[in-house]
């Protein structure tokens, strides 16, 4: 079993930035790829970033490609979102997730965390 706890969202304008976490428990942490989706109000979850267990490979969604990085830290069971240059349409409720499978597709990974809030203003 993992949980995940999700931090760092909250109000900026555009073009500035934002760092959400996301804090996972369980020794097996390191075992696991970590992905971070995100859901706007009226719109479907979508991907955003993943990393896969080692934080060598990585992989973005094109609207977030050059603005955003996903980086982990097995050592603090943490993964981090780095979002530079943030744009209205990056508002939305950011969910971290993990899973066995290093993916885009959200049914592919199992546990999931409550969310955090971003809101980018124009």
């Known amino acids: 079993q993992v949980q995940l706890v999700e931090s760092g969202g909250g109000l900026v304008q555009a073009g500035g930035s934002l760092s959400p976490s996301c804090a996972a428990s369980?020794?097996?942490?390191?075992?696991?790829?970590m992905g971070w989706f995100r859901q706007a109000p009226g719109k479907e979850r979508e991907f955003v970033a993943a990393?896969?267990?080692?934080?060598?490979?990585?992989d973005y969604a094109d609207s977030v490609k050059g603005r955003f990085t996903i980086s982990r830290d097995n050592a603090k069971n943490t993964v981090y979102l780095q979002m530079r240059s943030l744009k209205p349409e990056d508002t939305a409720v950011y969910y971290c997730?993990?899973?066995?499978?290093?993916?885009?597709?959200?049914?592919?990974?199992?546990?999931w965390g409550q969310g955090t809030q971003v809101t980018v203003s124009s």
């Open positions: 990393i896969s267990w080692s934080g060598g490979s990585t």
């Open positions: 369980g020794r097996t942490f390191r075992s696991y790829a």
């Open positions: 997730a993990s899973g066995r499978t290093y993916s885009e597709y959200g049914n592919r990974y199992d546990y």
